[in-house]
């Protein structure tokens, strides 16, 4: 089962997001602030991260610079989030390091998509029935 | 009656008279005193000289007029002898000797206090006769060969001096007139003021020709008319008075470009109504020409009836008249510049720019009243100083300087904070051009406008407008929070209640859950296009691989197509290749115009064509092409406004922001390329957008 950290410093976000994951087989894991977030990725085994670029302490670009820096978790799939789709937030994205990125709000079946292609053998095989 | 005297002393006093006559004649200064000299040297009673008269003819009339004479007190003064009449008149016409042994018995004797004998001999100049020494003795037959011998060497004698005292005068009157022209010209230097000039030309000539009186007009080329600038001494003063052509002397000469003298005005058939009150006897009239061109006219009259012009006064007055004639031109010139000068001057006067002249050494020349103002220097207190010295502060001295440097070669421009002399500071755009005159560098003048407001007023635009784009950008994000959730959870609450198997409540979620989709591209919609209002919105320029971002576009589109029952038709060659361009954007514009056309059509088909324009730049044609209601030209007209459905219904049948068109149009002319529209109603429509392949805008920093 992929292990998923979700970095978002908005309760209604997390929650909303987490629950309609885990309905789809995922473990999720979160953090509430960028610093939170580099430092349980760190520790933990993460699968894929799913990282807002709008946080409080360090910013999601900054966060997903200091885990690419880092040997351990510099390959770690990372897809990032911004509340809309600028111009300049994909690119500084993709520059700080992310693998993908995709717009709030959560369009599910899409970035369901995008997760299964970083994840590849390791999305979940089965949809676990209720929350 | 004398006794005649002895031949011998006879001769003696002979000799004593020519001596008398000689040693008064050395003396004399003028014609008048060597008549008198001649007359009184040969009055002796002893040779029976007992009257000597000088008659001199008059130029003009051949009158003889008495100018001296001896030997009767109660002789008429300017006795006047009619030419042709009295016994002289033969002396006068033939220029000889003419000797009367008896008066008495001649007819044209002028009966006079003698009645004895007269000898008249001429007095003759350069071959010329000017007048009639007439001696009478009270006998008859009182002369003889001696007494003609030494009166003809008396004329002689008295006629080499008068040469002389006329060559003097001569001399002395052309001294005069040149004097005379200095000074006019003096006065053209010194007042060069029309009338002002107009009355010393008329003084002098007055004064040079011993007129009574006179006036000059000038040539009115608009109203073809002269009008009287100066006058002096013609019985009223006639300044201000127009004459007609052909109007009076001055009117005649005019018309004519002659001079013009007539002996007796108030007889001329041309005479001016305008002078019918005062006295004219004889007037002088003489055209003021340039070349050929009539400047005025000048007139002088004799109001005395005894005197006439003669042609030496039409001499004199022909050396006036192009003097006068320069002096009206010179001055007309002058006026002109004058009130050329002063319509300049008075534009730097009033104008609200600050204007300064400098010197060659920077120093202040000159200042407008908008200088003082603007710098708080009076005129008195800036001028003589270095300009820089008192505008300028420790921290702008040396870009002032460089400034002034500058414009004493070429113009320059900038803004820049001067300071004024109450130590306030004052933005001001500043330019500085070089005062050049007939390739002579003058110095260079200064033109400060100050924009203190100006600069406040735009930092306060400034402020606001990133005050506004910061709250949008703010306000934005507050609202996309609570949207998120919305959206989030009615799609979440969709998934989990089909799975509850409370299927009768999806549609009223997928309601919420749509509106809130809405309210969020609205939302997003605005902020773009405030962005692009602000200036703020910035390209991302990158190499794509365009088949790639359309097959992509496509996918994404698909929904929507569907939803209408319409068919896409996609045509992009692998042969289109990379663009450069800002790939996020180019997809915003292309989903903007697929959602439109599955919109507006129904059942029908959508082409989306991507090609590569085969002539000149190979610029990136991008078409999408409906089969749907199409616009009539007025809707087309709006298309691309902001806010501007086709119809206010449109929106709320179609659904859509009603931005999405105006923001592409942007986007395009921001990547340097544009957006068509043909449309038919109840055909379709075709939206071709056409970049740059290779967008040319500087890719921001990051």
Known sequence: MAKILLVEDNEMNRDMLSRRLERKGYQVEMAVDGRQGVDKAKTMAYDLVLMDMSLPEIDGWEATRELRADPATKDLPIIA??????????????????????????ELSRLLGKMEALLGGAAPAAEPGGA | ???????????????????????????????????????????DEALGYSFLGAFIIEPDTGDRVLRASAGWPDAPESWRVHKGEGLSARAAEDGTLHYTADVTREASYLPSRVRGSEVDIPLRVDGETIGVLVVESDERDAFDDQDFEILSAAADQAAIAIARVRLIEAERRRADEHKALLDTLADLSSELELSRVLQAVIDRAVTQLGVSGGEVAIWDEER???????????????????????????????RSLEPLIIPSYHEWMGRSEKYSDITVHSVMAAPLLIGR???????????????????????????????????IENARLYTEAQRQRQYFESLVQNSPVAIVSLGLGHEIVSCNPAFERLFGYSTEEAVGRPLDDLISTADTRSEAEAYTREALDHAVHGIGRRRRKDGAFVDVEILGVPVVVDGEQLGLMGLYHDITELLEARREAEAANSAKSQFLA????????????IIGYSEMLQ??????????LVPDLGKIHTAGRHLLALINDVLDLSK??????????????????????????????????????????????????????????????????????????????????????????????????????????????????????????????GLGLAISKRFCEMMGGGIELESEAGVGSTFTIRLPANAAVAEPQT
């Open chain 1, 81 to 106: 989030l911004t509340a809309h789709a600028m111009s300049g937030d994909r690119e500084k994205a993709l520059e700080a390091g992310c693998n993908d990125y995709d717009t709030k709000p959560i």
């Open chain 2, 1 to 43: 009656m004398t006794p005649r005297t002895s031949r011998r002393s006879a001769q003696a006093h002979r000799q004593a008279a020519l001596l008398r006559l000689t040693t008064g004649i050395v003396s004399a200064h003028n014609e008048d005193d060597i008549y008198h000299a001649m007359v009184d040297g040969l009055h």
């Open chain 2, 495 to 504: 998934e989990e209640v089909e799975e509850l198997g409370q299927s009768a």
């Open chain 2, 293 to 327: 061109r009539l400047v005025g006219a000048i007139a002088t009259v004799h109001s005395d009836p005894e005197r006439v012009f003669v042609e030496e006064d039409l001499r004199l007055l022909n050396m006036f008249a192009p003097q006068a004639a320069i002096a």
């Open chain 2, 532 to 657: 692009i209002e602000a200036g703020k919105m910035e390209l991302f320029l990158e190499e794509f691989d365009v088949r790639k971002m359309i097959d992509d576009v496509a996918a994404t589109a698909r929904p929507l197509i569907d939803k209408n029952a319409n068919r896409l038709e996609v045509r992009c060659g692998a042969e289109v290749g990379d663009m450069r361009g800002d790939l996020t954007k180019v997809r915003q514009m292309l989903l903007n115009l697929l959602s439109n056309a599955s919109k507006f059509t129904t059942g029908g088909r959508i082409d989306l064509e991507v090609e590569r324009d085969s002539n000149g730049d190979g610029a990136m044609i991008f078409r999408v092409r409906d089969t749907g209601i199409g616009m009539t030209p007025e809707q087309q007209a709006r298309v691309f406004e902001a806010f501007s459905q086709a119809e206010a219904s449109t929106a709320r049948r179609f659904g859509g922001t």
């Open chain 2, 474 to 485: 703010n306000m934005s994000h507050e609202l996309r929070t609570p949207l998120n959730a």
């Open chain 2, 224 to 254: 073809q008319d002269l009008v009287i600038l100066a006058s002096r001494s013609v019985g009223k003063d006639s300044t201000g008075t127009r004459l007609k052509l052909d109007e009076g002397a001055m009117g005649a000469v005019a």
